[in-house]
């Protein structure tokens, strides 16, 4: 065994690797982009960061464990996101004569891996769970503690485990009035479209 493979597998070396990476960061040429005014509060995990983009204008807190190994983390920006924040963007995989254990990523089938997607303007209290494939709509709020498995409306609170939707946060004209102090016309929701969404979901 070489001198640089033996380094390597030390688990001290390697224990001081992960300790300076959680506490010191990644260089912003890591990710697949970071915005301006971005916070990752140490220390935190994140396993293949060129899979993560970030707009501008995000906080993190302490503790995040993103995991976007084969699919993307994409947070658009203008974002405030508590401590503990997880996201997974794959999923185990069950395989006929295997053991759990034995199934990698190299033989697990297609189809278990699914980009998560934050929009703008998303509040996310601590210990919240993103799952893969979901997409957090703008101006969200989610509960301290819910695990997200279904993609959401826009302007929703969102809560439990599993996470759902609980209520709008504001009516359609304050909503309309919010975007338009906001966004340029041409990426605001217009009336008949939220309209149809809160027809949508106050029917549940």
């Known amino acids: 065994m070489g001198v640089i493979r033996r380094i390597k597998s030390n688990r001290f070396v390697r224990g001081l690797y992960f300790f300076y990476r959680n506490y010191f960061g990644y260089s912003n040429r890591s990710f697949g982009s970071v915005g301006k005014n971005v916070i990752i509060t140490p220390p935190y995990t994140i396993v293949n960061p060129r899979n993560l983009y970030i707009g501008d204008?995000?906080?993190?807190?302490?503790?995040?464990?993103?995991?976007?190994?084969?699919?993307?983390?994409?947070?658009?920006?203008?974002?405030?996101?508590a401590e503990c924040f997880t996201v997974h963007t794959g999923n185990h995989a069950h395989i006929k004569g295997k053991f759990i254990s034995d199934i990698t990523?190299?033989?697990?089938?297609?189809?278990?891996?699914?980009?998560?997607?934050?929009?703008?303007?998303?509040?996310?209290?601590?210990?919240?769970?993103?799952?893969?494939?979901?997409?957090?709509?703008?101006?969200?709020?989610?509960?301290?503690?819910?695990?997200?498995?279904?993609?959401?409306?826009?302007?929703?609170v969102i809560g439990g485990v599993p996470a759902k939707f609980i209520k709008f946060k504001w009516t359609i004209d304050e909503i309309m009035q919010h975007e338009a102090a906001l966004y340029p016309q041409d990426e605001r929701f217009s009336r008949e479209e939220l309209e149809a969404i809160f027809a949508q979901y106050q029917k549940r």
């Open 57 to 81: 204008s995000v906080g993190i807190g302490n503790n995040a464990h993103i995991s976007c190994l084969n699919a993307k983390c994409i947070i658009k920006g203008d974002a405030a996101i």
């Open 105 to 156: 990523e190299a033989n697990k089938p297609q189809g278990y891996d699914a980009d998560v997607v934050i929009e703008k303007d998303v509040w996310i209290g601590c210990n919240v769970t993103l799952l893969a494939g979901i997409t957090i709509d703008r101006g969200c709020t989610i509960a301290a503690g819910a695990v997200v498995t279904k993609s959401t409306p826009p302007y929703a």
